[in-house]
């Protein structure tokens, strides 16, 4: 599945990749091969003192310069040791064979600094500046088609912002952005000379991502402009000139300047002369005709027109192999969710794949649910022998019923969520080599910490092709900290558009009253409704709705209905008709969540499936409920805000109850595979004392196993944490014991194992001594110890190590033993008794080797027996053993039947 590596300048033998062992792209994200494999530049900060010394190839940086750049305003003490550190693990990382002091072709020591030297062929921007350069030569001696070929070439080599997801500080961020300029220079220069060629086509992708990386520069915008026109595409050239427009007057507080207005002018005589008649923008508006209906729904968009316009030119690069992110934002009811729908609708018309997910309210929502809807719906596009490929991989713990990273007793991997992310980037990546992908994740505020984090993930690592749309509240509720977080990440994205969704305007209020009512209101009618409403479009239909079933459509009318100031007040109005058999029926579906199947809502109210469509009837008239989408089994609230209005006004003394009836229904029900563990945990503890406590202990524990499952770690410490409370508070130690195994497991995911689970580690070991668990007591106290061990706190290991010790002395259990030799023995090297720890190590080594066993058949003895075997093989390198040492790393390789655990 990985794929094969570009060349470099596709144009002439000597600038393909073929030729060259190592290849770098820094013209973009920073990636590298070696032999056509592509390679990971490592940590963070490695790569980006990689993406600094290719960025000024062939001048040396010194190391207080690069110190200053990677560290900005705090280096630690260390900081000249880890850049020494990173140079030569880049070297061994490009010329495995170097040796420890030789310093390789490439990265070369001047100075007091470092400099990058790239061979023919090598580094993406050396490649361009050449071609640029022939560019130049080329239009000097007036060869200008082969000038122009030299600057497609060159231009194409541009995959984003140079260093495109580095992060970097203020002053780094200069080095790339001049890169950025020399590309936008050099897209402006083409698009000058491929107009006048009559050849606009050749530089309208590059164009389109120069502009999306700089949507303020206007050289750039005016050049694409101008290149649109030529290109006989005059409406989408005006309309990028609106957008841009729109966007200075906003963020800056200008008007366009004479480069892009000269570029309008252009676009508009160019209209001129091929239409003879006036130039569209002066071409009054005709009467707006009924839309056609959105993916979703059937309703026709009215009043968003520039929203739509900014649409369309983000997701236009999917169609040209580009990328491209969007954030919509806006207060409840404003209308986000059906311009969606308009703009999934045109790039389904377009023949792109459009998938959604959708971002569910409630702590019953199991994790991860957007992207168990994205991830499942782009597999369903896959031929089947794929889909079973993918999901037996990475992906099968995201949408697979098994796999289990908390099930074994070894350490979880903390990379597991990574390999999750970066699976789901590489399945997104797959459909979109086939047709252009547009991925829509509606309603963003409520989603959890580890789906803000794979968006985020994806946004900053785009397959061509993709395009990305985000779409969140930007009030009720404020976003918090994990989304802040996330739309900060987004502002980083190079091209990144966000779009707020402001109120409709008098004339748009108008329109929308008129076709929801179909009656032609009068101007006192539109501009009571306006004030009201203050033009969110989910009011203003509501306030019409009801004013035109008083009677006569009258200003009058329109104030004197008392709806909606708030909506709860349309909820209240609307179920004040309902009889008590379907209000009941109403608020168990508010419960259950906006998507409500109806096998489970019968089973809940405890009716027969026909009684309880003959019941639905009235709330599916009054327009609180609708059918699902293509879904005949199910139902689904008309808006969000309405499920929240009814929940909020069904009595506590109500809820619990069914909350209860929820989790039971559930429980029976096959159907909906294993995400209805999160669901039942979410209902149970909903319940409170209506629920049995060991039950609901139970349950949480399985959702949070579950969670963890899909690397939704943040949602699974929440539901260990209430699962621990609850057992405790019941006295049930076995189940509170239980779910403290899970949750350091988890923690220790969150925190890579650092001191963070401490007061868990000591409650967890107090338990398992209550209920005589030696072995159990014995790996808790281990952690305790490794905990303060690997923070050099000594003075706490050490006391905690003898205690190790003097419990394996009295022990019967060879493995309480073992742990006990092994601990002091590392604390003892710890400390610098080399002889002192060669012994006890000696000791466990022997205890553990009497006795082999596979994983499967006892994890803790497989797992510790690997670990001691690593750490006594360094014990005796250090004793002086070297051979001894060597037959030792032997050995661990033929005893572990796990790579991954080898290694670590």
């Known amino acids: 599945m990985a794929a094969p590596i570009p060349p470099i300048g596709g144009g002439g033998e000597d600038r393909s990749a073929a030729g060259s062992s190592l290849i770098f792209r820094i013209l973009g994200p920073l990636r590298l091969w070696r032999d056509g494999v592509e390679l990971h530049a490592g940590p963070r900060q490695q790569a980006f003192l990689l993406a600094l010394l290719l960025a000024r190839e062939g001048r040396p940086i010194s ?66 500046r050449d071609l640029v350069e022939a560019a130049g030569t080329a239009l000097a001696e007036e060869r200008h088609e082969e000038a122009l070929d030299s600057y497609a070439e060159a231009l194409g080599l541009w995959q984003g912002a140079a260093g495109d997801g580095l992060s970097p500080g203020p002053a780094a961020t200069s080095i790339f952005a001049r890169l950025d300029g020399q590309f936008f220079d050099a897209c402006t220069a083409a698009a000058e000379l491929a107009v006048s060629l009559g050849r606009p086509e050749r530089v309208l992708p590059s164009l389109h991502l120069a502009a999306r990386m700089a949507p303020l520069h206007e050289p750039v915008q005016a050049s694409l402009i101008s290149t649109l026109g030529a290109a006989g595409q005059q409406a989408e050239a005006l309309s990028v000139f609106r957008a841009v427009r729109t966007r200075l007057a906003a963020e800056l507080g200008i008007d366009p300047g004479q480069a892009l207005a000269a570029a309008r002018r252009r676009v508009l005589n160019q209209n001129l002369t091929v239409a003879g008649e006036r130039p569209a923008e002066d071409v009054p508006a005709p009467p707006r005709a009924p839309a056609e209906s959105g993916t979703r729904s059937g309703g026709v968009l009215v009043g968003r027109t520039e929203e739509l316009t900014a649409l369309r030119q983000a997701i236009d690069p999917a169609f040209t192999g580009g990328g491209g992110l969007v954030v919509l934002e806006g207060e409840p009811g404003i209308g986000k969710t059906r311009l969606l729908e308009e703009i999934a609708a045109e790039a389904d018309r377009r023949d792109a794949g459009v998938v959604w997910g959708q971002c569910l309210e409630g702590e019953g929502t199991p994790s991860m649910w957007p992207w168990i809807q994205v991830v499942g719906r782009v597999l369903d596009e896959l031929p089947g022998t794929a889909r079973k490929e993918w999901v037996t991989g990475e992906l099968g713990l995201l949408v697979g019923p098994d796999g289990d990273v908390l099930g074994g007793s070894a350490a979880p991997d903390s990379t597991t969520r990574f390999r999750l992310f970066e699976a789901v980037l590489a399945v997104v990546g797959r459909l979109a080599a086939q047709r252009p992908l547009v991925l829509v994740i509606d309603d963003l505020q409520w989603a959890d910490v580890a789906s803000l984090d794979l968006f985020s993930h994806l946004a900053a690592h785009l397959p061509g092709g993709t395009v990305i749309i985000g779409a969140l509240r930007d009030r009720a509720p404020v976003p918090g900290s994990a989304l802040t977080r996330m739309l900060a990440a987004a502002t980083r994205v190079p091209g990144h558009c966000r779009i707020r969704m402001g109120p409709l305007g008098l004339a748009d209020v108008a329109e929308l009253v008129r076709r929801e009512t179909g009656r032609d209101p009068g101007s006192g009618v539109v501009h009571s409704i306006y004030t009201r409403t203050a033009g969110n479009a989910f009011y203003v239909r509501e306030l019409a709705r009801l004013s035109a079933d008083s009677g006569v459509l009258t200003e009058d009318a329109a104030s004197r209905v008392g709806v909606p100031s708030t909506v709860r007040d349309v909820v209240r109005d609307r179920m004040s008709g309902l009889d008590d058999g379907a209000r009941d029926l109403l608020q168990i579906a508010a419960l259950i969540g906006r998507d409500v199947e109806l096998s489970l809502l019968a089973d809940v109210a405890d009716l027969d499936i026909q009684t309880c469509l003959d019941r639905l009837g009235p709330v599916e008239a009054l327009g609180l409920l609708e059918p699902a989408p293509g879904d005949p089994f199910s139902f689904r609230f008309s808006h969000d805000l309405i499920r929240e209005a009814v929940t909020e006004a069904t009595p506590a003394g109500r809820a619990i109850p069914l909350h209860l009836r929820v989790a039971d229904a559930l429980e029976r029900t096959d159907a909906f595979g294993d995400h209805v563990a999160e669901r039942v945990a979410h209902h149970l503890w909903s319940a409170g004392p209506l629920a049995d406590p060991g039950r609901t202990a139970a349950a949480l524990v399985r959702a949070g196993r579950r969670a963890a499952t899909k690397s939704a770690f943040e949602a699974a410490e929440r539901q260990l944490r209430l699962a621990v409370r609850v057992a405790r508070t019941a006295n049930l130690a076995d189940l509170e014991l239980s779910a403290l195994t899970q949750l350091i497991a988890v923690v220790g995911m969150l925190t890579m194992y650092g001191t963070s689970a401490l007061e868990l580690l000591e409650r967890a070991e107090h338990l398992a001594r209550s209920l005589d668990r030696e072995l159990d007591a014995t790996v808790f106290l281990y952690s305790r110890w490794a905990a303060h061990a690997q923070a050099l706190e000594s003075d706490r290991s050490r006391p905690l190590a003898r205690r190790l010790l003097e419990q394996g002395e009295v022990s019967c259990d060879p493995l309480v033993r073992a742990y006990g030799l092994q601990t002091w023995g590392l604390q003892r090297f710890s400390d610098g008794y080399m002889g002192e720890a060669f012994r006890y190590l000696s000791e466990a080594s022997r205890i553990l080797m009497a006795r082999v066993t596979r994983r499967e058949e006892d994890p803790v003895w497989y797992d510790l027996r690997l670990l001691m075997i690593g750490m006594f093989a360094e014990a005796t390198a250090m004793h002086g053993d070297v051979d001894g040492a060597r037959a030792l790393l032997d050995r661990l390789e033929a005893v572990g039947d796990d790579p991954f655990m080898v290694t670590v």
């Open 63 to 128: 190391t207080d310069e690069l110190i200053d750049l990677v560290w900005v305003d705090d280096p630690p003490a260390s900081a000249l040791n880890v850049i020494h550190k990173y140079v030569g693990s880049l070297r061994r990382l490009l010329e495995p064979a170097l040796s420890a002091r030789d310093s390789g072709s490439y990265l070369k020591r001047r100075g007091n600094g470092y400099l990058f030297t790239a061979g023919a062929a090598m580094l993406d921007l050396v490649v361009f």
